[in-house]
């Protein structure tokens, strides 16, 4: 047989070596035996580096001795690309090296177990949600990602060069997917990145993210998407469990399985439950943790939905719905999994008088709106949506609590390379 792989190790006893070799499928060990094993082969074991990329032909015989069960009794050993010394960053070292390190060497952060299990289940995560959104009648769509204009607030804009022009890079698939209620397709999902200039430097915040949306006309309010919501996560996460416990794989008993209904808390009771009290404020980043907690001992609930967002907050969120008759208040929600915002969405407003003018509320010209605006003029069916932080939800099942981790090359206000 021919296996090959990193070079985990090397140890020579006497008339023995013994190589620890790492591929996808795990550790396997490479036993080399003074008179069976070619000379040479010693020779290329000892000088080969560690994490080298080796080749091995040999025989695997079980042997119950060795650590793994079984061992190759090499025949041939060939370094196919020889690895550096020292390396930038251990990958069996048992003490953590600081995210930066590990970041400014993923490739070598990504040959750890641990980090690579996380990727896997990302993938599976991402499978299932466009699983779960297919079955749910949702069709998948690619919108553009540069753009004239932005959809949520100027401040986190990135502009770029547009042939001497200026263009902006999409901060979500807000307007399109809206653009795409007015024809018959009703229901659509994108997976695509997102990018907002955030110069906050937190755990929660990428200027390049993984944006799961969706979109749906004929809602009657937005108890339907919250249904929907539901519905989606329940299939996705359930889909997900299944195909991690097929696979062995060892995020399989973190999946949630929230209980339904999510709780339905509206926004001035979650102040109250907060103890902060009537007001307009936004919950921070702390408040959010804290409702997590109250929540998950007042109801059990590891999932739940903060609605009916105080206009006065989504004044530059132009195309939220305010509610008839209470314009103080919007159709707007977020849901929280366990004191992390992970989706944010709400019923829009698709009536052209009143959309003009709330776009005019945010201190914004309809004019530079026309494209957007035009689908409105000709039959817009009664809409709604969401979106969810695919890297957030990745973190928080994952347990890791920076959402750096959850992606391969994350990008911040700091991090531009790798
Ligand atoms: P919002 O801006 O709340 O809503 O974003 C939706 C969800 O995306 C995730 N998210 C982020 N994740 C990492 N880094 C960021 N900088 C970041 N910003 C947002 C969060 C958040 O809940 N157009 C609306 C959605 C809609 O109404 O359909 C929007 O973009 O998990």
Redesign the pocket.
Known sequence: MRVAGHLQEYRAHGSLGFAVVRDRGGLFQVTLKKGESPEETFETLGRATRESVISVEGTNVENPRTKLGSEVLAERVEVLSPAETPLPLGVVDKVGADLDTRFNHRFLDLRKRENQDLFVFRAVLEEALRASFRELGFVEVETPKILRQG??GGA?LFSVDYFGGKAYLA????LY?QMLMATDLERVFEIAP?F?A?PSDTL????E?T?V???MAYIDGPEDLWRTIEELLSRTLSRTRSELERTGHPLAGRIPAPRRPFPRIPFPEARRKLGLGPGDEDLGSEDEKALGEILCKEEDAEMYFITEYPSELKRS?F??MRQDGHPERTN?F??DFGG???????Q?EHRIEKLRSQIRDAGLDPENFAGYLEPFRFGMPPH??????????TAKIAGVAN?REARLFPRDRFRLDP
């Open positions: 959809a949520e986190t901060q979500s698939p807000q997917k997102a907002r955030e929660r915040h990428l200027t993210f944006s949306d969706a979109e969120t195309y939220a707007y977020d849901l992390l915002e992970i989706i944010s969405g709400g829009r709604g949506g969401f979106a969810l932080g695919l890297d957030r939800l959402v």
